[in-house]
């Protein structure tokens, strides 16, 4: 008999007595309950070319843009609004420094939360918007030696999502959630608070009043807050970011008094943000300095972009205008991008006339000049810093009328131009004008178009983190992965971005994403998952994370089961340095050899897998011989995976095969491997393994 993967599955299966497998009374969702365990799926039987082995599939994951490779772009100022929430260090410790513990009515609020948060190690906060609910909340966790943790709940999981670890405070934004969620979080409230004290963790939700009563938590463990007063929290920022001193000269000016009453902590965070970036500039505050920082925080200091855009309209300042929104919205692109994105925005308003058109006119640089801008290094610069981006937020809040032509001409203006000025300037746009459909709008042009596909990633990856729009936009990515008539451009990208940033900062929103991508029955929407799910196991903390979602993948629907086995080989042959990324160290947790054995059962049992699965297989238990694994492990994960004589028949004669026909030099003697898996699978299967069958086996 020939030696082939087809043939000890065949003989097995005639000359060894099936054995009904004890697992499956317990394996509900299993799809080996359709059919005898014996067997291999009919509806997967004798496929054309098995899809792990297609170069379709390899050159789907390896075109991914996911992990490190979308954080090229420069977002310069507008990442001010990206991802705050995620507590990196360095926010964790800003939030500390800037902290008001004393609300508007003088009254310490922070300590009452402190007390209740260690007493219940559970604490509600309630307020409006804008209160400081966030930074109460992080530095409620640190006062109590707690490091936080930001949830956001799976909504089709919504228990799943609920952690609770040791040493870690965890926090809950209920405005995250759709209200049936919240509803659905109340259920089990009382059991999460109980794993929360069990694990000496701590849970913090923020909410308004009326979350806060769908919610319906005891009452001793909810604490309303009011916010700050706008004059502490501009000192306290300022302070921080700059000195005491320099605070306490903006603080004396009366007028910085006047402009502060009825401002809201945000807006006070704005006015010190302004005040800092005037300290970079000059040594001293003057009283020049000082009314130039509030003419800017009272919108009057752009008067000239008002003058321009606001003016009597002459031939010659219409095309200025354009000119101006054109450098605004591609700061650092070549001229010929600039002034072919001015021309395009010249005809779609249908103005009369513009230098250039038809004649000779005045040269490029004649043209920049009159809109204070100027070449430099061959590009487009304004010759005033941080000019651009006010630009477009005034007259994208100033123009509404022209809203319905400037959206699709800025978003077009990322199909083709190489300038990630593009991205900064959309997301600031949707973030200041709370207009998260530009960047649906942008992602769904730019993503079917090789040229912006990576620029869809990056904006949409970024936009998902952010403190206005995240919230819509990780909407808007949830429903492009559920619906199936989504273009498979789109899902692409979706699969992309929760390889980034968002998986890694926020992996159970991206791995609910990816399990619905998971259903898709098209190649290169299957291959993008995989390579996403790839990127994000390259982080220890989320390793083991992944790869139970994988496995459970391979018990679901026909398709998904096909792409949790497509992305289990995957990750199967991930390297870090010199060893196998999943292959565990010894001691291994038995839980883990338990997920990677069902991993290996359900990749090698496909057969759309199995033949590139095989491969894979024989490279671990290569491994374990070259001393770059442990061979206890490996031997442990293989005996583990035989559950029915169907398995036994399919890993029994990989082994041997790989035992025997190789000639390479190893550190330890393969065969020896080999019988020890052999004595590890009797001894966990007697009822499926014993000598007569080790006799059939080695007379093969």
Known sequence: ?????????????????????????????????????????????????????????????????????????????????????????????????????????????????????????????????????????????????????????????????????????????????????????????????????????????????????????????????????????????????????????????????????????????????????????????????????????????????????????????????????????????????????????????????????????????????????????GVVRFRRTDYALPVLDYVWGDQVYLRKHLDPWIISLGDKNGSDHIVSALLHLADSHNAPNLIVDAVTSWAGRYTSRARAVQLLDNAALSTEIGRSIRQSLYQWSVLSLTPEDIQVTVAEVCGGNLGNFFPGVALTRLRHLADRDSLRVKGTVCAALAALGKDDSLREIILKEVVDWTNSTSERQTTGALAFATLAKEHIEERFAFIPLPPADQDLIDILAQGWRATLRNSQTTAGASTLAMAWMEASVQMQASSEVITEIFATACRSSYDIGIIIPLARRWAHSSHEPSVLPREALYEELLARIEGLRPDLWNRSCRNTYEEM
């Open 1 to 377: 008999m020939t030696d082939t993967e087809s043939s000890p599955q065949a003989h097995s299966a005639q000359e060894i007595e099936p054995t009904p497998d004890p697992d499956l009374s317990e394996a509900k969702e299993e799809v080996d309950d359709e059919a005898s365990e014996d067997k291999p799926d009919e509806a997967q039987a004798e496929p054309q070319e098995p899809l792990l082995l297609q170069n379709s599939f390899q050159e789907a994951v390896g075109a991914a843009f996911v992990g490190a490779r979308i954080g090229h772009v420069n977002l310069g100022e507008a990442r001010k609004n990206v991802a705050t929430r995620v507590l990196h260090p360095d926010v964790l410790q800003e939030m500390s420094d800037t902290y008001v513990r004393n609300d508007r009515n003088g009254d310490d609020k922070a300590s009452e939360i402190e007390r209740v948060l260690r007493q219940k190690r559970f604490v509600v906060i309630t307020g409006d918007e804008g209160t400081g609910r966030f930074i109460t909340s992080v530095n409620a966790i640190l006062a109590t030696q707690l490091h936080p943790v930001q949830i956001l709940l799976d909504p089709d999981e919504i228990e799943r999502s609920l952690i609770a670890k040791n040493g870690q405070g965890h926090l809950i934004d209920l405005g995250e959630l759709e209200e049936e969620t919240v509803r659905r979080l109340s259920k089990v409230l009382r059991d999460y608070v109980a794993r929360i004290r069990s694990a000496t963790s701590g849970l913090v939700i923020i909410a308004t009043s009326k979350e806060c009563r769908l919610l319906d938590p005891d009452d001793d463990s909810v604490v309303s807050i009011v916010g700050p007063r706008a004059e502490s929290v501009f000192r306290s920022h300022l302070a921080c970011a700059t000195s005491r001193w320099y605070a306490d000269q903006y603080a004396a000016y009366p007028k910085f008094k006047d402009a502060l009453q009825g401002a809201t902590p945000r807006e006070a965070t704005r006015l010190a943000s302004l005040a800092r970036k005037r300290a970079d500039e000059k040594d001293c505050t003057s009283e020049e300095t000082i009314e130039e920082v509030l003419a800017e925080f009272l919108e009057r200091a752009n008067a000239g972009v008002r003058d321009l855009f606001g003016s009597t309209s002459t031939d010659q300042s219409e095309y200025d205008r354009a000119l101006v929104l054109a450098a605004s919205a591609l700061e650092g692109a070549q001229p010929d991008a600039v002034f072919s994105a001015t021309e395009q925005l010249v005809e779609l308003l249908e103005l009369k006339k513009y230098p250039g058109r038809g004649s000779f006119g005045p040269g490029a640089s004649r043209l920049l000049a009159s809109i204070d801008a100027e070449l430099v290094d």
